[in-house]
């Protein structure tokens, strides 16, 4: 079992950064595959980027490419979303994810375990 627990929720203006983080319990977080997923309202949730339990690759969307870097610590228990150029079509719902299978994924439903959500809005 995994509890995520997502912080760094907020407002910012067109081309602000925002760093999101994602706090795991549980002792074999280095053995999941993380991801970050949103979803705007009206909207389905879609995939922003992933990270790899194996070696650490990462995978992102083309919508954030360039400007957002995920990234884990395991001595923390914690994966990071930083968000560089934010534009306003950034603006969601954020969720961390969590599973475990050999192969990282962008599909949403092959995650086992999520956050409950943290908030960002980009104003124009």
């Known amino acids: 079992q995994v509890q995520l627990v997502e912080s760094g929720a907020g407002l910012v203006q067109a081309g602000d950064s925002l760093r999101l983080s994602c706090a795991a319990s549980g002792r074999t977080f280095s053995s999941y595959n993380m991801g970050w997923f949103r979803q705007a309202p009206g909207k389905e949730r879609e995939f922003v980027a992933a990270?790899?339990?194996?070696?650490?690759?990462?995978y992102y969307a083309d919508s954030v490419k360039g400007r957002f870097t995920i990234s884990r610590d395991n001595a923390k228990n914690t994966v990071y979303l930083q968000m560089n150029s934010l534009k306003p079509e950034d603006t969601a719902v954020y969720y961390c994810?969590?599973?475990?299978?050999?192969?990282?994924?962008?599909?949403?439903?092959?995650?086992?375990?999520w956050g409950q959500g943290t908030q960002v809005t980009v104003s124009s």
């Open positions: 994810a969590a599973e475990n299978t050999y192969y990282t994924t962008r599909l949403a439903a092959e995650y086992d375990y």
């Open positions: 990270i790899s339990w194996r070696d650490g690759t990462t």
